[in-house]
């Protein structure tokens, strides 16, 4: 990210040349000449680095060290002196100072004493959540049996490699941001933050102080600066979800962004310039939302440099499986409470559905079904009953008549069309089912052996989610 030095420095000679010392380094600097108060001045502006000269102290130093310190970012002090007094400098470091420098050194070991202190500064500032972790996902995690989505993982392993714009788009719960996460951990900013913010979850006078922060003052309870994203992925990536939300005005500032590298923050009077690869996602067709005219045209072809549509769930059924197995070992792990398996019946149901929620509606159902199943394998009655519609109840009443079972007296109350109904539903399934087993998937024969015409398997199985392929195996 950028650091924030604050130049506390009353002489005008030497405040110019800490400032030439500091040129060519990823800061943002702001300087105060003279005036009361530098402690609780140089606070508000939320410095990463505070260079100050003892002559522009106006209280007591360990009063402002204090001050200083107690900032969420507990700045790194260093304070200039005019004499190498040893006795002093000791003072100073007993204080609370980080260093503390004489005037009088040569310009090469003053720069480096700087650099120094604020190369520390960078390695221990900054989000610990942005920086990569054993659990990070990576392309090589998106295991996939489909041809659409291994085309689609050859493109996207292509643009990872780039540092271009990506718009990222799919339905809700496809894995956008993870994707996003992957592209940037094998990309040349992997060593930089990745800060993932919501468009869509802010208020919009809140996501523009989150998008470029804001300046002391700058609104009703801006009682100090504050960094914003861009700032904060600053070397690194910022993902933007659900660009499609970001109100006419910021989409303005964002162009500036990608075309000038530039930002400003709310109330500042200066930009600055930022190196970020911006990202962005939308479940929303963002072309539909130019010509409805709530999407500026302009930000659109510069975001879509890289467009990369994620397949949902339905489209790569063949994934389904592995998918399952993987997420009932990974679940099982995690909750602490380990399923032995998935029952044939249970996985068929998992593969015909087609998961309006995408992945993380999978992810939810598996770790639904594992806390049901209690360590034993899961089963048809531990997913939820939009899985396998039409098929439970009837299921369960069929097997109880041929078993010679009495009827439950709930299903007595019930009139006998509604049962008749779900018990013919039940057996017309499971016949076509061991039918298509049999015959691996070929309707003809099937058809066939049933004694009714092709057409009307199709319709049944279009009606059950039956489907062919799933039984050429």
């Known amino acids: 990210m950028l650091l924030r030095v604050v130049l506390a420095i009353p002489d005008d000679a030497l405040r110019r040349r800490i400032r030439s010392l500091l040129r060519g380094q990823d800061i943002v600097v702001d300087m105060f000449r003279r005036g009361r108060n530098m402690w609780e001045r140089a606070a508000r502006k939320s410095p990463d680095v505070l260079i100050a000269h003892e002559a522009s102290l106006s209280s007591p130093l360990e009063h402002g060290i204090r001050l200083i310190r107690e900032l ?37 070991v003053l720069r480096a004493a700087i650099t120094s202190a604020m190369r520390r ?44 714009s990506v718009l990222i788009q799919g339905e809700t719960g496809v894995g956008k941001e993870r994707l996003a996460r992957a592209i940037h951990t094998e990309g040349p900013r992997q060593g930089g933050p990745f800060l993932p913010i919501n468009c869509g979850a802010l208020p919009e006078s809140l996501l523009e102080s989150e998008l470029f922060g804001h300046e002391e003052g700058s609104f009703t309870g801006a009682t100090r600066s504050r960094r914003g994203c861009f700032e904060l992925a600053h070397g690194g990536t910022i993902f933007l979800d659900e660009i499609g939300e970001m109100p006419s005005h910021l989409q303005v500032k964002l162009l500036r962004v990608l075309q000038d590298r530039e930002i400003r923050r709310v109330g500042g009077e200066r930009s600055f310039t930022v190196d970020v690869r911006v990202m962005a996602a939308s479940n929303r067709e963002l072309q539909e939302l130019t010509k409805a005219g709530t999407f500026r045209r302009d930000l659109y072809y510069r975001l879509t440099v890289v467009t990369l549509t994620i397949p949902p769930l339905r489209e790569r059924r063949e ?67 939009g899985i396998a519609p039409d098929s439970r109840a009837g299921d369960g009443i069929l097997t109880g008549v041929l078993a010679g079972d009495a009827l439950p007296d ?35 024969e099937t058809a066939a052996r049933a004694g009714v015409e092709a057409r ?18």
């Open 72 to 108: 969420p970012e507990s700045p790194a002090i260093l304070l200039l002196l005019d004499d190498e007094d040893a006795e002093r400098q000791a003072e100073c470091l007993a204080a609370g100072c980080d260093s503390v420098l004489c005037v009088a050194l040569d310009d090469g």
């Open 121 to 164: 500064r960078q390695e221990t500032t900054g989000p610990s959540s942005t920086r990569p972790s054993i659990n990070t996902p990576r392309l090589a995690d998106f295991v996939s049996e489909s041809p659409v989505m291994q085309a689609f993982l050859n493109v996207a392993r292509r643009v990872a490699t780039s540092d271009t």
């Open 319 to 385: 994934d389904i499986p592995t998918l399952v197995h993987g997420y009932i070992d990974h679940l099982s792990r995690r909750i602490g409470c380990a399923a032995r398996g998935i029952t044939p019946r249970a996985h068929r149901a998992l593969v015909r559905y087609d998961w309006p929620g995408n992945v993380r509606e999978l992810i939810n159902v598996l770790e639904r079904a594992i806390l049901l199943c209690d360590g034993g394998l899961i089963r048809l009655e531990h997913l939820p009953t």
């Open 410 to 444: 709930r299903w007595l109350s019930r009139p006998l069309k509604d049962i008749r109904g779900e018990v013919v539903v039940a057996l017309e399934k499971a016949y076509l089912t061991a039918w298509l087993q049999r015959t691996r998937g070929r309707v003809g």
């Open 456 to 473: 009307s398997v199709y319709e049944k199985m279009k009606r059950y989610q039956l489907r062919k392929e799933d039984f050429r195996g």
